[in-house]
């Protein structure tokens, strides 16, 4: 075998895998969300598939012709591939949530096809190898090459392919070529065409692959996103991405607001003292915020922060929100975006960013709340939501983070108290008192949130486990 086509089949076959390990995580999201965990469950699991598939490919190599099993490795990584896809659109709805729910969907529908791939480099390595003499230098070569197939597939999967191109037809291309270039490997190695039984094998695994459906309407940069109409009432529409409502909107009626935590931003909104506002909204989803400030209070303007692009034109087109000249997107992530408003600005600033459950890390810090109370006018008001339950950690360090700033934070919970169950609360804080407007049904004022908040710490950039604070509930 010539060094060009060893490098080529190490450098594809690890890209290969690369590939698979990014696209895994938007496969799942719909199912086990995005988390943290989700990604420490992915990237732990190929892991152990390569380690894997690397011992038994070294073993194998030592035991058979290594030439006769390079084919048959990349025709069955791109088979199982193909079978990936059932695996989770099959198995995923029915997994659960947590931990030991991602370890398991994910070694189920990704181990395999890792390992067998992973299979290629000592095979590889054997072949190139005829002097003892020259074994560090075949073994760095390759695996260098291994690593820069790697490298392009991160950075082509996680850059080019998941903005340009929705997941299943990417991992169906993927197979498409390994299988391909199995199928061509085996029979110049066999000197004749593969069987019957092999092509019918491929053909009924593409066919497997391709019947998997995607709960996804819409794939976005960030999200697998779908719009869901209200059998019972056409007119409300629900915005689910991944595996979180994000918006709920009647399209004839916009102000019957359908949410309860939104009801509860809004009212502490239409709390604020008569007249135009300005505001700031970390997160856009659904839109829905704006779209009530611009209705309720003319003359006031709305920045709005969203990182995902995609969501406004889902807004405009399927959630009937419109835009006006006073109300602004910026479409990139909020901690780089308030860095741009100016001391002093705005009235109110609604926190209502996710990704998956939890509110991302950087946008709940000591660091990032600063930027807010620097935005803040003196009596300016921060309305955040969040998402928490059982001993409601993350919940508490929040509140602790907010009163390193404000002067006065208070806390809306669920009717009924704070259970073992996740639930949005929400959270004020200003350096002006907070009136209690009312709550029409949809929240209870939690008391003594002094203490609540003693049982947190400070969030800081050099410290915020904001995914193991939530999920330490389960």
């Known amino acids: 075998m010539s060094a060009g086509l060893a490098r080529a089949l190490v450098f594809a076959s690890s890209a290969a895998v690369l590939v698979l390990e990014i696209l895994a995580g938007r496969l799942m999201a719909p199912y086990v969300g995005v988390s943290l965990e989700t990604f420490t469950g992915i990237i732990g699991v190929v892991l152990a598939g390569i380690a894997a598939g690397t011992a038994i490919g070294g073993r194998l190599a030592d035991r058979v012709d290594p030439a006769t099993l390079l084919g048959p490795a990349l025709l069955a990584g791109g088979v199982l591939s193909w079978w990936s896809l059932w695996v989770v659109f099959t198995l995923g709805p029915e997994v659960g949530r947590g931990p030991a729910a991602i370890v398991a969907l994910t070694a189920l529908a990704f181990f395999a096809p890792a390992a067998v791939l992973s299979t290629v480099s000592p095979l590889v390595a054997k ?47 993927v197979g498409a070529l390994l299988v391909v270039a199995g199928m061509a490997l085996t029979g110049w190695q066999a000197r004749r065409p593969p069987s019957i039984a092999v092509l019918l094998v491929a053909i009924l695994s593409l066919g497997v692959g391709w019947s998997g459906s995607s709960p996804c309407q819409f794939e976005s940069a960030y999200f697998c996103g779908r719009v869901i109409v209200d059998a019972a009432d056409p007119s409300v529409r629900f915005l689910v991405l991944d595996d979180l409502v994000h918006a709920a909107v009647d399209v004839d009626n916009p102000e019957a607001l359908q949410i309860p935590y939104v009801r509860l931003l809004a009212g502490a909104i239409d709390a604020r003292p008569s007249g135009a506002l300005a505001v700031a909204h970390i997160g856009g989803g659904g839109f829905t915020l704006p779209g009530h400030v611009a209705r309720t209070r003319p003359g006031s303007t709305n920045t709005v922060f969203e990182i995902d692009d995609a969501l406004l034109d889902v807004a405009i087109n399927e959630l009937g929100f419109a835009p006006d000249e006073r109300t602004e997107v910026v479409v990139g992530d909020a901690r780089l975006g308030l860095l741009d408003l100016a001391d002093d600005s705005h009235d109110v600033v609604v926190g209502d960013a996710f990704g998956g459950a939890a509110v991302p890390w950087h946008l709940t810090t000591s660091e990032f709340i600063a930027e807010i109370e620097r935005v803040l006018r003196p009596d300016g008001l921060y309305a955040m939501n969040l998402i928490d339950g059982g001993p409601n950690d993350f919940a508490a360090w929040q509140v602790r983070t907010l009163l390193e700033h404000f002067a006065h934070v208070a806390v809306i919970g669920p009717v009924g108290g ?57």
């Open 127 to 173: 072949l190139q190898l005829r002097t003892l003499d020259e074994t560090g230098t075949v073994v760095g070569s390759l695996s260098a090459w291994g690593t820069a197939g790697a490298l392009f597939g991160v950075f082509v999967t996680g850059f080019v392919l998941v903005s340009a191109w929705p997941t299943k037809p990417i991992v169906l291309a």
């Open 418 to 474: 704070l259970g073992d169950e996740a639930a949005n609360q929400v959270v004020l804080a200003s350096d002006a008192s907070i009136d209690r407007f009312a709550l029409r049904g949809d929240g209870a004022w939690m008391a003594k949130v002094s203490e609540f908040a003693a049982a947190g710490r400070v969030l800081t950039d050099d410290y915020a486990p904001v995914d193991q604070l939530i999920t330490a509930r389960r």
